[in-house]
């Protein structure tokens, strides 16, 4: 079945640091890629997606590359932020139309210290 | 424009009571879907709806779990009776009903308290 692993957290980083989350998966078909985020006391927001191979999602400065060869999604940003602290999910949606649903990662926690 | 709100925000019961968790999503969303993160792991699906009818229900984990979504609005999760492995945040999204991988918007989630 569809599944999607992503790093262990807690992840702790010093601001301006590089951040790397990994994110790999297992899909039949062309699944779209997503990140979420959760920031504290706030719903998911989606952070960025992709939709098909070779695409780079990004936004606020958070990059991932859809890479079938190695079926990842790795989530990048090369100077994090104290605000960047929060819940970050990897998902994918397997399906053709928006009525699909949305597989998730377990989380992982990053934590910015100023 | 209002996103997916869920009420309550926060609910603490007591094992084998019975809890209600309401979502509103956005107006003109037919696509509903119930989602929960328990004890720190993923997020969950449990169902789906279009409109006012469960198009997926695969997720629900047993018959202790209710979803309605009557004149296809918002729709309501009841627990009855609850037990402790209940607990976790369960999030309400909605998205729009047309062709394409559109962004499911997501409300604030409902942690839920089983003591």
């Known amino acids: 079945g569809n599944s999607v692993t992503q790093m262990e957290g807690p992840v702790t980083l010093s601001e301006e640091a590089f951040l790397t989350i990994n994110c790999t998966y297992t899909?039949?078909?062309?699944?779209?890629l997503f990140w979420y985020v959760q920031y504290p006391g706030e719903g998911l927001q989606l952070l960025l997606k992709?939709?098909?191979?070779?695409d780079k999602g990004s936004n606020k400065g958070f990059e991932a590359t859809y890479r079938k060869e190695t079926t990842s999604f790795h989530l990048e940003k090369g100077s994090v932020q104290v605000s960047d602290s929060a819940v970050y999910f990897c998902?994918?949606?397997?399906?053709?139309?928006?009525?699909?649903?949305?597989?998730f990662g377990s989380g992982t926690r990053l934590s910015i210290r100023p | 424009e209002a996103g997916v709100t869920q009420f309550p925000s926060h609910s603490v019961i007591e094992k084998g009571q019975t809890v209600t968790l309401r979502c509103d999503p956005i107006s003109g969303h037919d696509n509903l879907y119930w989602y929960r993160r328990v004890m720190g792991k993923e997020i969950k699906f449990l169902l789906h709806f279009v409109k006012e009818s469960k198009q997926d229900e695969s997720g629900m984990p047993n018959n202790r779990f209710l979803a309605e979504r009557t004149g296809g609005t918002y729709s309501t999760l009841k627990v009855q009776p609850a037990e402790l492995e209940d607990s976790g945040v369960y999030f309400c999204?909605?998205?729009?009903?047309?062709?394409?991988?559109?962004?499911?918007?997501f409300g604030q989630g409902t942690r839920l308290t089983v003591v």
């Open positions: 999204a909605s998205s729009p009903l047309i062709g394409g991988n559109t962004e499911a918007f």
């Open positions: 998902a994918l949606s397997a399906g053709y139309s928006s009525a699909s649903k949305i597989i």
């Open positions: 992709a939709t098909k191979a070779d």
């Open positions: 899909a039949t078909g062309y699944p779209s």
